[in-house]
Structures are given as structure tokens and as C-alpha cells.
């Protein structure tokens, strides 16, 4: 099967897109508004993009409280959604007005990063605290904007709880980070395999 986007065939229900990009991971974004309310939600259009500097982004399809709260304070956090926390993440991806914590929604403790005014989720195994360094509209081949806005953050301070660590590294195995699929689907890293680069030249 071939088709050009925007001319699915009959037999595909739904657009595959995203569950061919997947497993996606969760940028579960913390931040709190200019009055001081609290916002979390999670976003699948989510990457570590950079590592010198370490840079994550996440895509937000209109201008919701994520966003705005970013770009207005200029900070955010990203936190690990762990299996452990799956009901709790999904508590927080309800549309919900501004003035709604999803903190308090989702069962979740809010605390303030060490470097950023922004939450972070105490529960999560780990968390980022970022700076926004670039809010940029996304644009197609025609030139028509998206209705997406990249948000690109520098990461300026890591939390990990002790637990997680095993070996001097996160232990993925307990944390289980969960990822996106396409529709409605979800997964998570329990099944965790170490794969090394092949040296050049392979023999």
C-alpha cells in the first residue's frame, strides 16, 4: 500500500501517522501561570533534540495553558511518566480550564523546581527543569502555518530519585517510562535490552 497524505484509502480507518512515528515518549509539562495557577499536562510531540546544550521541546497543538504559561514565565518543567503514574498522567491530559490544578486533580504533590518557578512532580522517578530558549510556529511545504507551536527548552537542573538509581544509572526497568502510540494506544519500557554501536570496520 502507497498513498499520498490527505488520501488515505478506504481501508484505513484512521490516519496511521502517528502510530507509525512510536513509541513516542511523554513530556509530562509542568508550569504555573503569571497569577500563580498551577498547569500539567502531558504531550507526546515530545524529543530530547540536543545534548550540548541539552535541549528537549514539545509541540503544542494550539495555544493551550502549557504553552502560554510558558512562554509568558519562560520556564517549564518536564517529568517521567512511569508506569506507576499512568492514571494519574491521564487525569492530567483532561481539558480542563486554566484555573483547574491537575496536580491536585491527578493525586499528584507539586514542587517547585530548585532553579525555575515551575512544578515539578514529586512522584515522578525524574524530572528537567527548562528554560525556554525558542517558541516557533510550525510551517508546511505550502507556507500555511500549523496549527502546531514548537516550544524549545534548555534543561538547566535534573531531579532523579534516589530509588531509580542502580549501577550509577536510572534503572529504566523500574521506572518503565510510558510512550504514546498511535490512537489510542500506549506502551511501556518493562522489556528493557542493552544494544551496542558495531565498531568500524565490522567484522
Not at 60 to 73: L, P, V
Not at 102 to 130: I, K, N, S
Request: hydrophobic share 40%.
Amino acid at each position: 500500500m502507497f498513498y499520498e497524505t490527505g488520501q488515505r484509502p478506504p481501508l484505513l480507518k484512521h490516519d496511521p501517522f502517528k502510530a507509525i512515528v512510536s513509541p513516542r515518549p511523554i513530556g509530562w509539562i509542568g508550569t504555573k501561570s503569571k497569577a500563580g495557577a498551577l498547569n500539567l499536562a502531558p504531550y507526546s510531540f515530545f524529543a530530547a533534540i540536543a545534548d550540548r546544550p541539552p535541549l528537549v521541546m514539545f509541540s503544542s497543538s494550539g495555544r493551550k495553558d502549557s504553552q502560554r504559561n510558558a512562554e509568558e514565565t519562560g520556564v517549564f518543567t518536564t517529568n517521567l511518566a512511569g508506569r506507576a503514574l499512568l492514571d494519574a498522567m491521564n487525569l492530567s491530559s483532561a481539558s480542563a480550564p486554566p484555573e483547574i490544578d491537575e496536580f491536585a486533580l491527578a493525586g499528584l504533590t507539586p514542587v517547585t523546581g530548585q532553579l525555575v518557578d515551575a512544578p515539578v512532580v514529586a512522584e515522578a522517578y525524574a524530572a528537567l527543569e527548562c528554560r525556554v530558549v525558542e517558541v516557533k510556529r510550525l510551517v508546511g511545504l505550502d507556507g500555511i502555518e500549523s496549527e502546531n507551536t514548537m516550544i524549545i527548552g534548555q534543561v538547566v537542573g535534573v531531579h532523579i530519585r534516589d530509588e531509580a538509581i542502580k549501577n550509577g544509572r536510572i534503572d529504566m526497568g523500574l521506572v518503565r517510562p510510558l510512550g504514546r502510540l498511535g490512537y489510542m494506544d500506549y506502551c511501556d519500557a518493562g522489556d528493557v535490552f542493552e544494544l551496542f554501536r558495531p565498531n568500524w570496520p565490522i567484522t
